[in-house]
């Protein structure tokens, strides 16, 4: 099984809905980052967490670290078309980044 | 767009032959990291350079090797390519040996045939 696992593993998204992809581990976390991905392409940095209980905003998008649940959640309000893509989560260990399978996000006009 | 490019954007080999994959690191950079991505799934990590070393490296065979040069940026070179090696492979730039502000590039496709 992975260190990372990440649900739902897709998700359709009618345009102007909210919608919460989850990141669990299954070690301890020192640190999370969130990443887009459109098909095919190279990773686009969202946000890093490093504290418990941080939480951090960039436009319509939130994310949060739970460091006793070692979960972090990401949250996109009012999606729009350019919020499908490809969601990672990564847990930084030392000098690697060890990454879920990533979450599928479409969204439906 | 971050400052991390990487060439070529795609590349097809045959089985047995070997690539050289290309990555520049964002300016302030001076770490890398190579990530092999597979299809439907996250990226595994390959290995990272810092200060022109080897600084940790993923469960890769030897064949997977790489080098950094004095203005930071790193190849990837695959020797005796199997049609498995076929992957996106991503580099990502860092700071000081660490996953601080870790940009990628857009990768490289690689087909192997």
């Known amino acids: 099984s992975q260190e990372l696992e990440q649900s739902p593993q897709s998700l359709i998204v009618q345009e102007g809905k909210n919608l919460t992809i989850n990141c669990t581990s299954s070690?301890?976390?020192?640190?999370l980052y969130w990443y887009k991905q459109k098909y095919g392409e190279g990773l686009i940095f969202l946000m890093m967490?490093?504290?418990?209980?941080e939480e951090k905003s960039h436009e319509k998008i939130t994310a949060k670290l739970d460091e006793k649940k070692q979960q972090s959640s990401l949250h996109i309000t009012a999606s729009q078309p350019s919020h499908a893509g490809i969601y990672l989560c990564?847990?930084?260990?030392?000098?690697?980044?060890?990454f879920g399978a990533g979450t599928t996000v479409t969204v439906r006009a | 767009e971050t400052g991390v490019t990487q060439s070529p954007t795609h590349l097809i080999k045959t089985r047995g032959q070997q690539v050289t994959l290309r990555c520049s690191s964002q300016?302030?950079?001076?770490?890398v990291s190579w990530y092999q991505q597979a299809l439907g799934q996250g990226p595994q990590f390959i290995f990272q350079?810092?200060?022109?070393?080897?600084?940790g490296r993923g469960n890769f065979p030897p064949r997977f090797s790489g080098l950094q040069f004095p203005n930071y940026s790193s190849e990837l070179n695959v020797n005796a390519l199997e049609l498995d090696d076929s992957a996106l492979y991503l580099c990502?730039?860092?700071?000081?040996?660490?996953?601080?502000?870790?940009?990628f590039g857009q990768g490289t496709r690689l087909t192997v045939v």
């Open positions: 070690k301890t976390l020192y640190g």
């Open positions: 350079y810092y200060r022109e070393e080897e600084n």
């Open positions: 300016s302030g950079h001076n770490t």
């Open positions: 990502a730039s860092s700071l000081s040996g660490t996953n601080t502000e870790a940009f």
């Open positions: 990564g847990a930084d260990r030392d000098y690697k980044l060890s």
């Open positions: 967490l490093q504290k418990g209980g």
